[in-house]
């Protein structure tokens, strides 16, 4: 895991008394993840957010290493402290560092939106064991790790704290994702009980398919003409969603699965 933190300057000052958010996998300039640190601190809220670039290097978009860099300035622009990580949340050890260091940089996690995945598309009969290993590795263990770690350490204010993960209902010809999206959806909603004595809440969003660069001229026909809105999600119609969850007005929704797709069955 490495470290890219380090609020420029100004930022100590100009982020003082606003709430922490972790946001995971913010590795490209068009992803939702992304979306949601940008909207997070628009509404008053400093980001730390972590990223893996060889992830995105297998992915059809490719790496782009200049966009944590353009995301933390963006940030700084709206008020708010930042810092980076690229962090490798097939390694069991990092979800662990990973807190060790936005608390040392940062302080303390109020909300943590897990917005990381391992989707490689496969189905039942061409999937590998070690593909289907690490869709549950980043998908589910990594999610389950993190949240305990946030779960072990959170010392808020009893109904500040926030948990929300990003899911997903795909399932033929792209098993391994889907099965530990599932897997996802589980622990997530677990929190929302367990967790529950600590003021915190847990929900799972599903944004549907989202135009972030991966969909072709005729995936982006097909599937806005299947939208009752007639429209394709957008990154920023997520990031609206979980912002609302990590407000104070989010605060009486728990361990939902909310739909957030337009109306796409």
């Known amino acids: ?120 598309d496969s189905g039942l009969l061409n999937t590998s064991l070690e593909s289907f290993d690490l869709h549950f590795a980043v998908n589910a263990r990594a999610t389950w790790l993190l949240i305990k770690e946030y779960g072990l350490r959170f010392r808020g204010t009893p109904g500040t704290g926030r948990i929300v993960s990003l899911t997903s209902d795909h399932t033929a010809g792209n098993l391994p994702y889907g099965a530990s999206k599932g897997a996802m959806d589980r622990i997530t ?20 398919p989202t135009d972030t660069g991966w969909m072709t001229e005729q995936q982006k026909t097909d599937l806005a003409r299947a939208t009752p809105l007639g429209r394709l999600g957008m990154p920023q119609d997520c990031a609206n969603l979980v912002t609302f969850l990590c407000s104070e007005r989010g605060g009486w929704v728990n361990g939902q699965l909310l739909h957030s797709n337009g109306g796409l069955a």
């Not at 069991?92 to 608390?103: G, H, K, M, R």
């Open 1 to 120: 895991m490495s470290d890219e933190a380090h609020a420029m300057s100004g930022r100590e000052t100009a982020g003082a008394g606003r709430p922490l958010a972790l946001v995971t996998g913010a590795g490209r300039r068009e992803g939702i993840a992304a979306a949601v640190a940008l909207d997070l601190a628009e509404t008053g809220w400093d980001v730390a957010f972590s990223h893996w670039a060889p992830y995105d290097r297998r992915m059809p978009w490719g790496d782009q290493p200049e966009a944590a860099g353009e995301l933390r300035e963006r940030l700084g622009g709206l008020g708010a402290r930042s810092m980076a990580i690229e962090a490798d949340l097939s390694d069991p050890s990092v979800p662990a560092e990973l807190f060790d260091a936005v608390e040392k940089e940062l302080g303390q996690v109020t909300a943590l939106v897990l917005c990381h995945c391992e989707s490689v």
């Open 189 to 208: 909603l677990a929190a929302a009980r367990e967790l529950a004595h600590l003021g915190v809440t847990a929900n799972a969003v599903n944004p549907g």
